[in-house]
């Protein structure tokens, strides 16, 4: 296949694109099916926390193919297919596959690394009470503001549940009620490492998103097909929205804007990275 041939139909996509946007379809499909006979596959292959039971190594390549609902697909779909196809004729299917994983990769890496820095001040109230359980101890900690900032519905019952049972055990056996609230405490820390959970392929998007700003610099994008801005701008437009939503930090919109940040700093390093290595190739 010629690299710089433009494709003008499914059958002349490049590889890599193509086996993409297959894969993520029927992963979708498959998602929707199993979810019906009770098998959440979403959890199975999204990425989990490191610090949770649930987390697996593989999460890290397959949360890339997970989604959470069909406009969250079809638009990361759409930006594989308009910025991939012409960075894959340029750079060949390995390439650009590598490239696509690997942005995907550090994306998940800068979110969850932002993350193990914001939850190491409950981890502290957690390994407190475990070394000193008390009921002062208890309180501190089922009451913290920083508990509550990783509340969920799940927690909330949770936490009732375990105070209910925990009061009538202490008032039958203080002994026995101490020693009952220990394991629940390391069950609920788990509970809360396990909640944090990311699909899609937005971070591979915004790493497609940077390589073609620097490979097409000068090519006209048009925001919702109506707005011209060339590639480059456009491209530091986004990185700056990004920027900007990741330290405002606004809980409930359900967005990884930090992944998104991770993936155009992961694509900017591959490349200058691959640029670096071409230099040395050749120089005599």
């Known amino acids: 296949m010629n690299d710089y041939q433009r494709p003008s139909g499914f059958s002349l996509m490049p590889e890599a694109v193509k086996n993409i946007l297959i894969i993520n379809g029927l992963l979708f499909l498959a998602t929707i099916v199993l979810g019906n006979k009770g098998i959440d596959l979403t959890s199975i292959l999204g990425l989990h926390y490191w610090g949770g039971s649930d987390f697996r190594f593989f999460q890290f390549i397959t949360y890339q193919f997970m989604h959470g609902g069909f406009a969250h697909i079809f638009f990361n779909m759409f930006a594989v297919w308009m910025f991939g ?4 004729q340029v750079w060949g299917s390995r390439r650009f596959l590598t490239y696509y ?7 998940a890496l800068c979110h969850y690394g932002l993350f193990y820095f914001e939850l190491q001040p409950l981890q502290a109230l957690f390994e407190t ?7 002062e101890n208890l309180e501190t900690l089922l009451h913290s503001p920083l508990l509550h900032t990783y509340w969920s519905a799940e ?3 949770s936490i009732r549940s375990f105070v209910e049972e925990f009061n009538v055990q202490y008032s039958a056996d203080p002994e026995k009620a101490m020693i009952y609230s220990v394991g629940y405490v390391k069950d609920l820390e788990n509970l809360i490492m396990n909640a944090p959970l990311v699909v899609g392929a937005s971070g591979c998007v ?27 701008y456009f491209v530091i437009l986004y990185g700056a929205i990004e920027l900007f939503s990741g330290i405002a930090n606004v809980r409930g919109d359900n967005v990884a804007h930090f992944a998104h940040l991770g993936g155009l700093i992961t694509g900017f390093l591959l490349i200058q990275f691959w640029r670096n290595r071409n230099r040395r190739k050749f120089r005599y």
């Open 155 to 157: 927690v909330e019952s």
């Open 129 to 135: 009470y475990q070394q000193s359980p008390t009921v």
């Open 85 to 88: 196809t012409a960075i894959e």
């Open 206 to 232: 915004f790493g497609l998103l940077l390589a073609y700003g620097m490979l097409f610099p000068n090519n006209v994008i048009y925001i919702y097909f109506a707005l011209p801005i060339k590639a480059k």
């Open 101 to 107: 994983l690997l942005t995907g990769v550090g994306a």
